[in-house]
């Protein structure tokens, strides 16, 4: 069974990402509505895979990403973000981010991602 950590402020994007991956099967989803608690639960957790906001309360997602990394450096982190700000996307993968979304995004396209990253 893969896990996979989605961190979002946002309940409604939580809950939308977790009814597009309900579609896979084999899939154990945890939850974080910050970056705080997105470190407590990747060390909890041990994902496979995690989807982290850039705009979170307490710690934003760029905060975050490092702690994870620092945590495990080979973590597959993708970036999501409603702003499709280039700095922030270069920055995030200069970080060791290893993809990025942008949301509003399609469930056919998370799922790609999805299916990409938890294949290798």
């Not at 895979?49 to 309360?57: A, G, K």
């Not at 200069?94 to 290798?120: C, H, Q, S, W």
Request: aromatic letters at 4%; a negative charge.
């Amino acid at each position: 069974m893969s896990k996979i950590l989605v961190a979002d402020d946002a309940t409604f994007m939580r809950l939308m990402i977790r009814q597009i991956l309900s579609r896979r099967e084999s899939i154990e989803i945890c939850e974080a509505e910050n970056g705080q608690v997105a470190v407590e639960l990747f060390q909890e957790c041990k994902p496979d895979l995690t989807f982290l906001d850039i705009t979170m309360p307490i710690k934003d997602g760029l905060e975050t990403l490092q702690e994870i990394l620092t945590l495990n450096p080979q973590a597959k982190v993708i970036m999501c973000s409603a702003v499709a700000q280039e700095k922030v996307v270069q920055k995030a993968i200069e970080m060791g981010a290893t993809d990025f979304l942008i949301k509003p995004f399609r469930a056919n396209k998370l799922l790609e991602t999805v299916n990409k990253y938890l294949r290798a």
